[in-house]
């Protein structure tokens, strides 16, 4: 916002979920599985989930979209590999989806990394030369430590003197 020649750090990328029955995760202990490294790289879980069991998820770069939809590939990718994790005779058909959605996710560039193909997949606050201080990416649930972290580092970078405000409540 300061410097109009700066590249742009976020990298939109789509992830989709499935609803699925819950005959697919045992619901009496609620356990689910994630298993970081598929066949193609990318996270998947599956987890009980409100008598049905959800399941996810893909990570493919996309456009902007006010109202993302879960694409067949990406549903029928999520499909063929939580059927890796269950007894050869059930099959895992796109009948058996009773719901499926997608969101959009703001990955980012780290604006000082040598490698600038390399994504953040967490959230990034950094400087520019002015000092506007820039907090990006994340997810929804981690709002609360993208604040710490902002306000911190702002702290740290501004020299701002503070002192606790809850150290005498009583």
Known sequence: MDNQEVQ??????????????????PQENTMGLID???SDGRVIFFLPWQGNTIAGTTDA???ITPNPIAGEDEIGWILKEISEYLAPDINVRRGDVLAAWSGIRPLVKDPKAKNTESLVRNHLVTFSDSGLLTCAGGKWTTYRQMSEDAVDDA????GIKTKALTGRVR
Do not use: Q, R
């Open 36 to 38: 970081p490294s598929t």
């Open 61 to 63: 770069p996309c456009n």
């Open 8 to 25: 742009e750090i976020v990298a939109p990328s789509s992830g989709v979920h499935v609803v699925l029955p819950g005959y697919y995760s």
């Open 155 to 158: 702290v740290k970078h501004f």
